[in-house]
């Protein structure tokens, strides 16, 4: 029999229970099977000022089926070097270095060349110079890649349904981050 006090402690601790089942389901949409890795960079044995620091970027492909991806502020992108894609960090103050970066809109439908397909297992492997990173020569550095992944099918490209393309509808996305490499600026 309830009393006047035992009827809200059962409705507040069904609430509880209903909270917490709720809120640890996993409703967590799926996440391309992608991996960012970077080579250790070079720059120049000497220099002054800001210099350009050359990197290799790979993506691979983890998934069981050939992936589509949108290159769109990926490093794939062919103006990744200025989209804030690539974080080159001071070691000594593990503090980011200011780089020069922009930010633009784009407008759908993409067009067909910036669309990459990879497929399963498969890498795709790009150059990219940061320029006018400012470098103390001497000083130990890193850099990573970071960002998100604007839109990828887990299908070819002429697989992938027009309607998809045009929205970007359909397709999976999510965070990239790659392990951070060092850059040993002029040595």
């Known amino acids: ?30 996440t391309p099977k992608l991996t960012v890795r970077l080579r250790s960079p ?17 993506v691979t492909n983890n998934a069981e089926s050939t992936v589509t991806l949108l ?9 990744a070097n200025i989209l804030g894609v690539f974080e080159i960090c001071d070691v000594d103050s593990d503090e980011p270095v200011a780089l020069d970066e922009i930010k633009f809109r784009r407008v759908l439908p993409a067009p067909r060349e910036d669309y990459v397909q990879i497929r ?23 850099v990573r890649a970071k960002g998100w992944w604007q839109a990828v099918w887990e299908a070819p490209l ?17 965070e990239f981050v790659s392990d951070p490499v060092p850059i040993e600026a002029g040595q």
Not at 72 to 78: A, E, K, R, T, V
Not at 158 to 174: F, I
């Open 158 to 174: 002429q697989d992938v349904p027009p309607e998809d393309l045009k929205e970007l509808t359909g397709a999976l996305r999510g």
């Open 120 to 142: 399963a297992g498969d890498s795709v492997e790009v150059k990219i110079t940061i320029p006018r990173a400012p470098l103390e020569q001497g000083k130990p550095y890193t």
């Open 1 to 30: 029999m309830f009393t006047l006090f035992t009827r809200p402690l059962v409705l507040f601790s069904l609430g509880l229970f209903a909270i917490y089942h709720f809120a640890t389901m996993s409703d967590t949409p799926p």
């Open 71 to 79: 290159n769109w502020g990926s490093p794939l992108d062919p103006r």
């Open 42 to 58: 070079s720059t120049p044995a000497s220099f002054e000022g800001p210099v350009a620091v050359s990197v290799t970027a790979s």
